[in-house]
Structures are given as structure tokens and as C-alpha cells.
């Protein structure tokens, strides 16, 4: 059952064309992978889905309950209203998307309060109960970020997107600055939560291992284009494209 | 009854960093897989076992041909099926045993073997039970069941990932090499647990180079031959 569908995204930065005639389809429940070299328009195609970018041409639908219907047909506000109560959004960079001068439990209280909840004791309490999801310590919760590892402040972020239990989670290289063993530890933690949730992701990653551990489908896209897709596995074992091939093969070993 | 039929199935790869040259494998091959049978893919290294074994699994996609298994209760066709019509069958229907275990980073053995479980619905105590158990069937002792098994020796990585397979009740098994990198003792579980499946009904399908393996668990071949060089 589509949840979300991009038909024929055009969208062009000055002379580049940074995504040419693209069309992708989620399901509920389905982890998509967006993989590709830097400039093959991944993150255009993450923020056009996401409605954080208009494309030049080409719609983007989203299943609220009622079928698919286009983000922007019912306004800014109904756009906002889908990104604050179905949607979140993980940056790469979590420093741009907390607010540092906010404690690690009002960060993540915020996004309740702006999905509509109001009593004091209940928000503390998810908060609290969130840190200790991502294994962050509940008794830092009056901390600011400041403090925290990029690995944390990482953590806090999924937190912050994951509380209002979204239908579909935008994520952009969520683990792209990252150590590799604390990469891992997020993998992990990314992997267990959005099958427990049940929640949709769309993830950017220029990294196939990722997409391996995390997707049921891998997408892969090169010059603005989708030039593969399939079933995760099918798309790293049996790559068809010539630039897939390439891909996978450029992988250094484990 | 007929838990897999396939035929017609064609599979080449075209590598294309090699100037695009074509490596044709599987050229009209046809098996049918009964329930409680145990077939034995055979023939010389190069001749495809592998390439069919994951073709039939949807992990390769086939050039030609037709792929149908019992699911739910009615042959469906899984080539060229929509991932996520794969990844449903694969959940309830098709299990398969890989030669090497994939280990995930932080993610302990008994959550290895406990995953498929859990994706299909089952409660987290009774499938961690249940993993345990597999893992115990299999002589991992318990104080290695809460570790990644990154850091296992060869032969416990391929043991948990056997627990794995054997842990979901798959009606279809597919098997590559179960018994690769196992002692005696070991590989004797290992035939066990096939006689186990094969008597609840489960259809296995696989490659045991052992031929005293082979001898204990199937009771027919298949042999591929490597296909003549192509045009």
C-alpha cells in the first residue's frame, strides 16, 4: 500500500539538472535507501519528497488516511501539519537540527509540544523515557547538548524525531560524520526502533553497508536519475547497472 | 504436494567493468520440490548451484523463467515478483541458509537468530526463547549467546547462522552448504535438525558437498552442468 509516491520530480539548479524525471513509490512500513556518488541528486530528491524543496515540475503525493493526495495541494499550513504530526526529518548534521541552547529533554519535548501535546509531567516523562531509548543517561535531561559526542547529539536527534511516533522518517546520511563503531551503535538502534514503530523511511547514504543492514529496498541513482531499484539484497548481489556494478565493487572488504 | 516448481530459469551476468562480457549459468533449469522431501544440487564447481539456489530465494534475478512456491496455501510466482511480495514470502515461506554468516556490528547471537521471528510477529520473550534453544540445539554455549558473534571462529558463526535458519520452521529450506566448516559432532546436529524440518513437512533443497551428508539427508539429486561457452 503506497504511502508516499514522487511522479516525474524535475527539479534544476541553474543549468544542472539535479534530478531528471525521477518517480518513487514508499510503502507503509518500507525502508527505502537512496544510494549514490555525491551530486547524483539523492538529498534533492530527500528534500523535494520531504516538501522542504519545490520541484520545477512533478508531484509528490502522501497517504493521509483518505489516499494519496499531492503535499502541496492543501497549503503551507497543511504542508507544515504533515511535517510536524506524520513526518520527521534526520539531518546529517544534528548540531543545525537540535537547538543547543535547549536542554537534551526540551529538545525533544518541543517536537510533542509542536505536534499539539500540552501536559508538563507527560512530555517529561516521554522525554525521559526516549533518552533511555536511544541510551542516552535520563538523568542528563536538563543538560544542554553542548556537552554531548556527535554520536549523542545524533542519538538526541532520533529521539527528538521519534517521539511523535511519525508515520515516515526523512533521513540524510544520518551516520555520514560519525566514527565507525559509533555508526554501528546507531545502525543498531535506527534498525530495532523503525520495526518496532512501524514507521516508513526514506534514508539518503552514500554508503551500501548501510543500506544493507537497514533497507528492505535500495534505490540508486546517478546524474539526477534512478538508473536501478530493487529488493536490498538483489540490488548488492545481483547489480544490473553498470554504475551499480561499479558501486558495489569499489566497496572495500570487511 | 508441490512446495516449489521452477523452470525455464535462465540467469547470466553481465559484468559490465569487464567490458561487458556475458557470463551465461543457468540455462533451462526446471526442478519441483515436494513437501518432506530433501533434494541434493550436484555437479562440479562453476555449474551453478549457488546461482540457482539464491535465484530461487529472489536474491538474483533470473533472465527467464518461472519461480512458483507455496504461499499461503497457493503457488504464487516469485520471479520478478515486487520486493515486497519477496520479502513477505521470504518471511513466511522461504528460508535460506547462506555459507557465511552476514554479522551485524553490536547485535548479539541470540538477536540474530531471534530477528526472522520477531518480523514475523512473534512476542520478543517467546522468540528470544526460542533462539536460545536453537542456539543451545546447536552447541553455542550460553555465555556466547548475549555476544556479537563478530569475534566467533569460523564454525560458531556458521552455527549461529544455522540457529537462524532452522529457528523460523520455513516450509521451504534452501541450503548452501550447511555443513561447510563443522566437525563431526557438529555436522551431526546439523542432520538432525534437516531430518527434524523434513518430518514437520518442510521441503529442502541443497548444496551438501559431504557426500556422507548427502547420504543421510536427501533422497534425490539434481546435477547441474557448467553450459557451454556462449556466443
Same mark, same amino acid.
Given at each position: 500500500m503506497t504511502l508516499m509516491a514522487a511522479e516525474r520530480i524535475t527539479r534544476r539548479f541553474g543549468a544542472v539538472a539535479a534530478l531528471e524525471d525521477v518517480s518513487l513509490a514508499i510503502a507503509r512500513r518500507e525502508i527505502v535507501a537512496i544510494v549514490g556518488e555525491s551530486g547524483s541528486g539523492k538529498s534533492t530528491l530527500l528534500n523535494v519528497m520531504s516538501g522542504r524543496l519545490a520541484p520545477d515540475?512533478?508531484?509528490?503525493?502522501?497517504?493521509?488516511?483518505?489516499?494519496?493526495?499531492?503535499?502541496?495541494?492543501?497549503? #503551507? *499550513?497543511?504542508?507544515?501539519?504533515? $511535517?510536524?504530526?506524520?513526518?520527521?526529518?534526520? !539531518?546529517? @548534521?544534528?548540531?543545525?537540527?537540535?537547538?543547543?541552547?535547549?536542554?537534551?529533554?526540551?529538545?525533544?519535548? =518541543?517536537?510533542?509540544?509542536?505536534?499539539?501535546?500540552?501536559?508538563?509531567?507527560?512530555?517529561? !516523562? *516521554? !522525554?525521559?523515557?526516549?533518552? #533511555? /531509548?536511544? #541510551?542516552?543517561?535520563?538523568?542528563?535531561?536538563? @543538560?544542554?547538548?553542548?556537552?554531548?559526542?556527535?554520536?549523542?547529539? $545524533?542519538?538526541?536527534?532520533?529521539? !527528538? /524525531?521519534?517521539? /511523535? =511516533?511519525? @508515520?515516515?522518517?526523512?533521513?540524510? @546520511?544520518? /551516520?555520514?560524520?560519525?566514527?565507525?563503531?559509533?555508526?554501528?551503535?546507531i545502525l543498531d538502534l535506527v534498525r530495532g526502533l523503525v520495526r518496532r514503530l512501524g514507521v516508513a523511511v526514506l534514508i539518503v547514504t552514500h554508503d551500501i553497508g548501510v543500506a544493507r543492514l537497514l533497507a528492505d529496498r535500495i534505490v540508486v541513482m546517478r546524474r539526477g536519475r534512478i538508473v536501478e531499484t530493487g529488493l536490498a539484497d538483489q540490488v548488492l548481489d545481483d547489480p544490473q547497472h553498470e554504475y551499480t556494478q561499479l558501486l558495489v565493487a569499489s566497496v572495500l572488504p570487511a | 504436494m508441490i512446495a516449489l516448481e521452477a523452470s525455464g530459469i535462465a540467469k547470466s551476468f553481465v559484468l559490465h567493468l569487464q567490458r561487458g562480457v556475458r557470463l551465461g549459468v543457468l540455462r533451462d533449469a526446471a526442478l519441483t520440490l515436494r513437501a518432506g522431501e530433501c533434494v541434493a544440487l550436484t555437479g562440479p564447481s562453476g555449474a551453478g548451484k549457488s546461482t540457482l539456489l539464491r535465484a530461487l530465494y529472489g536474491n538474483y534475478r533470473t533472465d527467464a523463467g518461472s519461480i512458483r512456491v507455496r504461499h499461503r496455501g497457493a503457488m504464487v510466482e516469485l520471479a520478478g515478483a515486487p520486493a515486497a511480495h519477496v520479502i513477505e514470502i521470504r518471511r513466511e515461506t522461504i528460508g535460506h541458509v547462506s555459507q557465511f554468516l552476514r554479522a551485524m556490528p553490536r547485535v548479539p547471537a541470540r538477536d540474530i537468530v531471534a530477528a526472522p521471528l520477531l518480523e514475523r510477529g512473534m512476542d520478543e520473550a517467546a522468540a528470544r526463547a526460542r533462539a536460545e534453544a536453537m542456539l543451545d540445539a546447536l552447541g553455542i554455549p550460553?555465555?556466547?549467546?548475549?555476544?556479537?558473534?563478530?569475534?566467533?571462529?569460523?564454525?560458531?558463526?556458521?552455527?549461529?547462522?544455522?540457529?537462524?535458519?532452522? %529457528?523460523?520452521?520455513?516450509?521451504?529450506? &534452501? &541450503?548452501?552448504?550447511?555443513?561447510?566448516?563443522?566437525? %563431526?559432532?557438529?555436522?551431526?546436529?546439523?542432520? %538432525?535438525?534437516?531430518? %527434524?524440518?523434513?518430518?514437520?513437512?518442510?521441503?529442502?533443497?541443497?548444496?551438501?558437498?559431504?557426500? &556422507?551428508?548427502?547420504?543421510?539427508?536427501?533422497?534425490?539429486?539434481?546435477?547441474?552442468?557448467?553450459?557451454?561457452?556462449?556466443?
Open positions: 515540475s512533478g508531484s509528490v503525493s502522501y497517504d493521509s488516511g483518505a489516499g494519496l493526495a499531492p503535499i502541496g495541494a492543501g497549503g #503551507e *499550513a497543511a504542508l507544515l501539519d504533515l $511535517q510536524r504530526r506524520r513526518w520527521g526529518f534526520v !539531518a546529517q @548534521e544534528p548540531r543545525l537540527a537540535l537547538r543547543m541552547n535547549v536542554s537534551a529533554g526540551g529538545n525533544i519535548g =518541543e517536537r510533542l509540544m509542536v505536534a499539539g501535546a500540552r501536559n508538563y509531567g507527560a512530555i517529561r !516523562a *516521554a !522525554a525521559s523515557r526516549w533518552l #533511555e /531509548t536511544v #541510551e542516552i543517561d535520563p538523568a542528563r535531561i536538563d @543538560e544542554l547538548p553542548r556537552g554531548f559526542s556527535g554520536g549523542m547529539l $545524533q542519538r538526541l536527534q532520533i529521539a !527528538a /524525531t521519534l517521539v /511523535t =511516533e511519525p @508515520e515516515l522518517v526523512f533521513m540524510d @546520511e544520518p /551516520t555520514g560524520g560519525l566514527d565507525v563503531s559509533v555508526q554501528a551503535r | 550460553p555465555a556466547l549467546h548475549n555476544l556479537p558473534p563478530v569475534t566467533f571462529s569460523g564454525g560458531e558463526q556458521q552455527r549461529v547462522n544455522l540457529a537462524r535458519g532452522f %529457528a523460523g520452521d520455513w516450509p521451504i529450506l &534452501l &541450503l548452501d552448504e550447511p555443513t561447510a566448516s563443522l566437525d %563431526a559432532a557438529n555436522r551431526d546436529r546439523v542432520i %538432525a535438525l534437516m531430518r %527434524a524440518a523434513r518430518s514437520r513437512g518442510a521441503a529442502l533443497l541443497g548444496i551438501f558437498h559431504d557426500k &556422507l551428508v548427502r547420504d543421510a539427508i536427501a533422497d534425490a539429486e539434481l546435477r547441474l552442468e557448467p553450459l557451454k561457452e556462449q556466443a
